[in-house]
T-cell receptor, first 109, second 114 residues
């Protein structure tokens, strides 16, 4: 079945560094969503993308809808300790809604 | 209170116990979902309710039994669980089933089966 693969699986970075992660699929998506899950909490929607090539920002976060419609990217600038958590991509394809495998981010103060 | 609320936050139960997880949403959404989140695995969709009707059941063992009495409440009844059922159980809602605006999640119930 469909799987959204996220890379990297985990990241350990120094506070203040920029972060880049991506999500790829084997089929085309018309919507890409990025969620963040804080430890012990449910995922929270960060950014939604609806058009190929679209670049959308939410504070220090910027996400892009890949031109091929089979990938998406999330960047975090000037990371801070509260950025720690698991970042998931997600989206509907066909009759299903899929979540990625997640990227775990640790920020070292 | 707003958003999606799940209770209890933590639950420890024996394999012979019967317990229920509760989810309540105050967003006026028409669809509600149960997901299971195990360590190192993607979120697994368990059940979907749209307008109080079950529309998906993804091959979940019968020891998990959902109930949706109205569009604001969703329950997951548990009985004779196995240790491998220990996980974070997340409830989510969306305005319509499979719509593109994403889901709103609750904080989850951390279930431990002993």
């Amino acid at each position: 079945g469909q799987q959204l693969n996220q890379s990297p699986q985990s990241m350990f970075i120094q506070e203040g560094e920029d972060v880049s992660m991506n999500c790829t699929s084997s089929s085309i998506f018309n919507t890409w969503l990025w969620y963040k899950q804080d430890p012990g909490e449910g995922p929270v929607l960060l950014i939604a993308l609806y058009k190929a090539g679209e670049l959308t920002s939410n504070g220090r976060l910027t996400a892009q809808f890949g031109i091929t419609r089979k990938d998406s990217f999330l960047n975090i600038s000037a990371s801070i300790p509260s950025d720690v958590g698991i970042y998931f991509c997600a989206g509907p394809s066909g009759n299903q809604f899929y979540f990625g495998t997640g990227t775990s981010l640790t920020v070292i103060p | 209170e707003t958003g999606v609320t799940q209770t209890p936050r933590h639950l420890v139960m024996g394999m012979t116990n019967k317990k229920s997880l509760k989810c309540e949403q105050h967003l006026g959404h028409n669809a509600m979902y149960w997901y299971k989140q195990s360590a190192k695995k993607p979120l697994e969709l368990m059940f979907v309710y749209s307008l109080e009707e079950r529309v998906e059941n993804n091959s979940v063992p019968s020891r998990f039994s959902p109930e949706c009495p109205n569009s604001s409440h969703l329950f997951l009844h548990l009985h004779t669980l196995q240790p491998e059922d220990s996980a974070l159980y997340l409830c989510a809602s969306s305005q319509q089933h499979r719509q593109d605006y994403g889901y709103t999640f609750g904080s989850g119930t951390r279930l431990t089966v002993v």
